[in-house]
């Protein structure tokens, strides 16, 4: 089947709903960790079920590298390769793509571009990344779609969403496989024109959800959050809405508010192999040398497996002593940490009083390491 949104309930813009995938069910506002070569760095698969987590994300144009998406294929499919029972998205391969790109390689018939493993020649089209997708057989398949870098001219990007249109529906002509779902992107940068022109052309056509892109590439919090404020009033309520790489608690906090359900980023599991972990007070570096002796637990309250068997004196002597372990430890909690603050969200915006949550939450949180 296709993946179907349930809205249930509002506070004021903030959103509780149902999304139904093929592979069960799981309530939004969610995160959705990040397995870019079909791993999420450092966990086991049953480590990422003990975080709760229900959809996570695989990248087509590293898995069409490697291991290549005919593979997977014979493998029965990306769920069956990974041995994941759960919901995968699979982002396009756009943002790897043309952040290897330059401007003068992009055409109407798609991207030129070198390969960052070994340099070979590239070409990626459309009906490139859904072929791509349609063999790896994940649940939610995303569009190609041009991500500008940020600033880009408003002559640029006018340019941009009008060829991001195009190839989406090129997209939709090239999709193929019945059981997976094909999301729409809005671009536009922070130009609102551009946003509500990108959306009103995107949601004209009958994409399965709609994902807000072109953010987290360089702009700061406040037009990042702008961006997100001038795309999501003109997306359908039936469709889930995905933020396209924000993964910052306050980001998507600031998010939700304006009407975001779902979200994914690499950060919960990058800044736990730098040794930083996610606090109701910020992020934390556990290589401070005031934890050396500290024999209490990453966080009071945490339920995730770091929490509950190891203290903050014995994950540090792992990080210093450069074991793959600590990192492990810390992506589990770091993973965890943004998963049970969707929780606590949901729960909020039931009882409608999501505002107060966001608030209190930000008023205790630090974005600097602490």
């Known amino acids: 089947m296709k993946v179907k949104y349930e809205l249930i309930k509002k506070d004021e813009k903030a959103r509780y709903g149902i999304l139904h995938t093929n592979h069960g069910s799981y309530e939004t506002p969610m995160f959705m960790p990040v397995g870019t ?8 698969f049953d480590e990422i079920k003990e975080t709760k987590a229900g959809v996570i994300l695989s990248n087509t144009y590293h898995l069409h590298l490697r291991p290549g998406e005919d593979l997977i294929a014979k493998a029965g499919g990306l769920h069956s390769f990974m041995n994941w029972d759960g919901p995968i998205l699979t982002d396009s391969g756009g943002f790897q793509v043309f ?35 349609n063999k790896l057989d994940s649940d939610i398949a995303m569009v190609l779609d ?27 002509e090239a999709h193929k496989n019945e059981n997976q779902s094909l999301f729409g992107i809005v671009q536009g940068g922070e130009f609102a024109e551009l946003r509500k022109i990108s959306a009103e052309y995107t949601t004209s056509l009958p994409f399965d959800g709609f994902a807000v892109g072109g953010v ?25 809405r995905y933020l396209m790489g924000v993964g910052e608690p306050i980001d998507m906090l600031e998010s939700i508010e304006r009407g ?7 950060l919960s599991t990058r800044i736990a192999r730098h040794g930083n972990f996610f606090t109701r007070k910020g992020r934390v570096s556990i290589k401070n040398a005031r934890f050396k002796e500290d024999f209490t637990a990453l966080e009071e309250n945490c339920d995730c497996y770091a929490c509950k068997h190891h203290t903050k004196a014995y994950i540090r002597h792992l990080l210093v002593a450069n074991e793959m372990y600590g990192m492990r430890l810390l992506s589990i909690h770091n993973t965890r940490f943004l998963i049970k603050m969707m929780e606590e969200v949901r729960e909020a915006i039931k009882n409608n009083n999501f505002k107060d949550y966001k608030n209190n939450f930000i008023k205790n949180y630090k974005k600097s390491i602490i």
């Open 37 to 44: 070569l079909a791993t999420v760095k450092t966990m086991s």
């Open 260 to 266: 975001i359900d779902i979200f994914d980023c690499v």
């Open 99 to 133: 952040s290897l790109a330059r401007p003068k390689d992009i055409s109407e018939d798609g991207v030129k571009f070198k390969s960052h493993l070994d340099g070979r020649n590239l070409f990626l089209t459309p009906e490139k990344s859904i072929e791509i997708q």
């Open 216 to 240: 987290s590439v360089g702009e700061g919090q406040n037009t990042k959050i702008k961006m997100v404020e001038l795309a999501t009033p003109y997306l359908p309520e039936d469709k889930v």
């Open 146 to 172: 041009e991500c500008p870098p940020y600033p880009a001219t408003y002559d640029y990007m006018k340019n941009s969403i009008e060829r991001t249109f195009r190839w989406a529906k090129r997209c939709l």
